[in-house]
């Protein structure tokens, strides 16, 4: 097999008078990065992309990795006189005269991990989100240059979510050749599998117009976000990282943190409701990704002045000047526009009686009563009902009433569901991180399906893995027990019936009814 059968090769252009050509030429494709484009070229030349920089274009690729984004216009006219390129189709393979922010080019800008993990962790050049239908389009499979920017989540061309996970095994996709010492190949590094064998997710509206407005305010050096108005490529990065610094920054353990997934939930549920997602949809959206973050700051820009403030009652977190207290490296006009534009953090929620008024009147009746005739717990489906009847206009007494509680338990869940959303309103506190029904569902589903699963450490690993929690020991026991495979002869019940105290033995009848 020859070069020529992967690769589309075609004859050089000839090369200006006085000068000497390469013996190999790959066109470059639309929207095509540089660095891929290398790559494809010293491939066909039977060199590494590190030693073509070297011997060809004098570039030391290992002391200067991204050379390749904002290459000196040096490097442009030697490329052109050994390709024969034009210099304006080689300097729209680069981010030559894009906008430029701290950190804004560091893979994964928008995702969790950039407030989760250490400094260290943070800069993996080897990190890349792509779009397979794009790569099993392409006549030659090559990397776009959005999604070298390193917070792009979605693909404009087909409305899909961008793959940041081998579709066979899971890992996270580390492409080979990025750091130039071979030919970047676009399979899994781990199990080889092909990058383009990946099941798509449709992405919502809000995020792709928010992702091509910031792709635009980097090109032009302003954005211009829905409800705030124009800003400057550096403030509009440093907004972003205010908000998506206040959903993933940890705590000090005298701030509960163990209490944050749990508030995250409510907060994604809310988000899944308000861009008119399907029920359950938000559990499937990766949320520590660069798509979540554009989710949610999307979600954020939608309307900042009402839901800036939801956001912060249900993460319990600081208000704005606590906000903006981590970011030591604004100068003072930076922050003095972001106070400006966050100054709805300031207010607080509503107090009082009617501080829920708002938040039912946002809820819709009959998705409330749709949601309840799917439920399959009695005290989610007696809850749905009353908030639907509510927001009917029925009194509280008169709901009360209807579903057999007390006027302050309706009150209670009131006040819980305008301070953490639907979900706290619909769930049972306890004075511990505990399971959620739908959470008890899916790990006794998974402790059922195999019997390797039915211990103790499986389901604390399973539990921390997956939901993000830690419970204790009783509880994955009871899950255990409840949900393992019932001996031989015997019938395992998922949800065991409630018995009432065993009458006495013997008759009830009174011999001697008395004088």
């Not at 499937?284 to 403030?309: C, H, M, S, T, V």
Request: proline letters at 7%; glycine letters at 8%.
């Amino acid at each position: 097999m020859s070069w020529s059968d992967l690769f589309e090769v075609s004859a050089s252009p000839m090369p200006a008078p006085g000068r000497i050509g390469l013996p190999g030429h790959v066109a470059p494709v639309e929207g095509e990065a540089l660095l891929s484009w290398v790559a494809a070229i010293s491939a066909v030349l039977g060199m590494t992309p590190r030693v073509f920089c070297r011997d060809a274009l004098h570039i030391d690729a290992r002391q200067n990795p991204g050379w390749w984004r904002r290459p000196a216009s040096v490097t442009l006219e030697r490329i052109g006189s050994l390709t024969g390129l034009d210099l304006d189709h080689l300097a729209g393979m680069t981010l030559d005269g894009w906008a430029v922010a701290p950190g804004d080019d560091d893979p994964d800008r928008f995702a969790a991990k950039r407030w989760t993990s250490g400094t260290d962790g943070r800069k993996r050049l080897a990190r890349m989100d792509v779009c397979t239908l794009c790569l099993a389009e392409a006549r030659r499979p090559h990397l776009r240059l959005n999604w070298t920017l390193g917070w792009t989540g979605a693909c404009p061309c087909h409305g899909t979510v961008l793959t940041s996970r081998c579709p066979s095994c899971g890992t996270r996709l580390k492409l080979r050749g990025l750091n130039a010492s071979e030919p970047i190949d676009l399979r899994c590094g781990r199990c080889d599998a092909v990058l383009s064998d990946t099941q798509n997710i449709p992405a919502h509206p809000a995020v792709l117009a928010l992702q091509a407005a910031l792709i635009a305010g980097k090109h032009s050096g302003t954005v211009i976000l829905p409800g705030i108005g124009a800003l400057d490529w550096p403030t509009a990065m440093a907004l972003a990282d205010v908000l998506l610094a206040m959903v993933w920054t940890r705590r000090p353990k005298k701030k509960r943190d163990h209490w944050a997934p749990r508030q995250r939930d409510r907060l994604f549920a809310a988000i899944g409701s308000d861009m008119g997602m399907a029920v359950g949809a938000w559990e499937r959206i990766p949320w520590k990704e660069n798509y979540g973050g554009l989710l949610l700051l999307a979600w954020l820009f939608g309307d900042l002045d009402q839901r800036l403030p939801r956001a912060i009652a249900t993460l319990r977190t600081p208000r704005l000047e606590g906000l903006l207290g981590p970011f030591t490296d604004f100068d003072e006009p930076t922050r003095d526009r972001l106070r400006a534009i966050l100054s709805a953090a300031r207010s607080r929620s509503p107090q009082g009686r009617r501080a829920w008024k708002p938040w039912l009147d946002g809820l819709v009746a009959a998705d409330l009563r749709e949601q309840a005739a799917r439920e399959r717990y009695r005290h989610r489906r007696q809850r749905l009902r009353a908030l639907a009847e509510l927001r009917d206009g029925a009194s509280v007494e008169a709901v009360a009433a209807l579903v057999g509680v007390d006027i302050k338990t309706i009150y209670r869940w009131l006040h819980r569901g305008a301070a953490d959303g639907l979900e706290a309103a619909l769930e049972r506190p306890t004075g511990k991180p505990a399971l959620t029904s739908a959470q008890a569902e899916a790990l006794g589903k998974w402790i059922a399906l195999d019997h390797r699963h039915q211990n103790r450490k499986a389901v604390l690993k399973r539990a921390r893995e997956t939901l993000g929690i830690d419970i204790n020991g009783d509880a994955a026991t009871k899950l255990v027990v409840k949900h393992r495979k019932p001996k031989r002869g015997k019938r395992c019940r998922l949800w065991a019936p409630k018995y009432g105290p065993r009458r006495g033995a013997g008759s009830t009848h009174d011999p001697a009814p008395g004088p």
